[in-house]
């Protein structure tokens, strides 16, 4: 493995500044993620900073108010296996469970998990095959390449990756909020402002900037959280990244839809909220199948699939009808 | 301990000097918290045993364990996190030594498949896994006792999984069908497709228990 300087940071402050400092330190946490990249050759830091020590970083802690604060150091285990967070918004302890192993559950932190790069195989070639996001301007080996896996909303002819983030999927569907300190102080991103599309920069994965720390998750109080579910559609049944996935979260009032929450997972560069979708299935009712679906369909007129995965935007509708009628049967 | 052994290294193999077992009254047990590429003394304990290592903070636990320890029951299949064979218990719970840095494992208890036996005792996940005939070439079989052991303890502990139709209810240890076996357990393959025979093994020992 490429080698690098390792250090420990005991206190934030020092970590952030450490990192405003030097364009060549990358924290560590889990490092479930990290390591599996120094390993491809797809990132080659100079240092990094263990992070896994700083304190108060870690809690899970269900608010009065019924919404959620999840520390960044949270172990992906503990946070799925939290009887509130199962309870208030069991979309949540869904997508931890059906993400990675057991094994990588008890070392991955949920900061981290958001922070997972792309699984494009070109990306992570260890031949170093062309890739903007990998080495800027060298250009996207999977636009013209192998696609099935890639992007059928938001990407660009610079990158067409997706993000690989299950639990990304049903933070944006809930409207959670990432807590970020900084240089500069705390500041709240709104969890769908924090991933950002390709673009002609797909190298940033998302809006951090230098000597940024992720500090926590919050997620408000929302009806949609008690009925809502994830659902994750793979090759093999466990342990594999999505092809599609959606979480769906629905408030109803007298079978009638009050409000819905949809998000899909392995359609875009983040995770892909169906606002459309979700204004066109308010008044529906939720036995109505046909309604949900030409509601569901609103937001993929803008579907552009590739070469090889035209199959995603069907797909990802019938996943989305199934999410939502599940997340039904939770009220 | 003794000397540590040496064996055959792979293309990622951590070139250290053989080194003797420190003893813990060593200031520079702390050197693992030092900024710097160069090789420091990282603090373990394996199996209930205060072990000291030589490692460059690039060295995996796993390369520790096998390289610098000799506790070669702890395999290297693919060192991408991707087949379990490398999983050992930091702490009591079960991870992937290929995907963390002994370096950042300084203090922590470790317990690999040679610390699962009690005074000459096949733990039951071991002896089950005998009964079952749970394995052929043997060499994720580590792995798949490792985890197996801690996956039981995570489900005493309530924990749901994928497998589970409702993560809102409480779950209980009964719960734990061979459906939710193979779940928990698929982070750990198996090439020879042992499948069957592991999972009977694995709830034996759960029923056992």
Redesign the interface.
Known sequence: ????????ADDAAQAIAAHSQDPHLVF?A???DL??L???RATLPE??L?I?HLPGLASIEARPDGGLHIGALAHM?DV??H?EV??RF?VI??AL??A?????R??ATIGGNIMQRTRCAYFRDEDDVPCNKRRPGSGCSALHGLNRNHAVFGWSDACVATHPSDLAVALAAMDAVVIVRGPTGQRSISFTDFHRLPGSTPERDNVLERGDLIVAMEVPTRPEGRASHYLKVRDRQ??EFALVSVAAGVATDNGRIRSARLALGGVAHKPWRLTAAEAALRDASLDDSDALKSAIAESFADARPLAHNAFKVELAQRAALRALQTAGT?I | MSEPRRTAGRD?T?PTRPQPIAQNTDAGLHQ??????EPRLVKLIVNGKDCTVMV???T?LLVALREELGLTGTKKGC???EC?AC?VHIEG????S????A??QDGKRVTTIEGLERDGKLHSVQAEFIEHDGFQCGFCTSGQIM?AV??ID?AK??????A?AD??K?FAPADLSHTEI???????LCRCACYPNIVDAVAEAVERS
């Open positions: 493995m490429h080698p690098f300087a390792l250090s420990r560590i889990g490092g479930t390591i599996g120094i390993k491809d240092h990094l263990d896994n285990s799925a296996a009887i199962r309870r069991p302890a869904e469970l059906f990675a192993s057991g094994q990588l008890n070392m466990s342990y939770r | 990622d951590v693992a918290v030092t900024p710097g590429s460059e903070p690039r995996t060192d991408r996190g379990g999983t719970r079960r991870v992937l290929c995907m963390t840095l370096a950042m985890s801690a996956m995570e502990a309530g924990w749901p999984s994928a589970t993560v809102r409480p193979r779940e928990r357990m698929s982070g750990n």
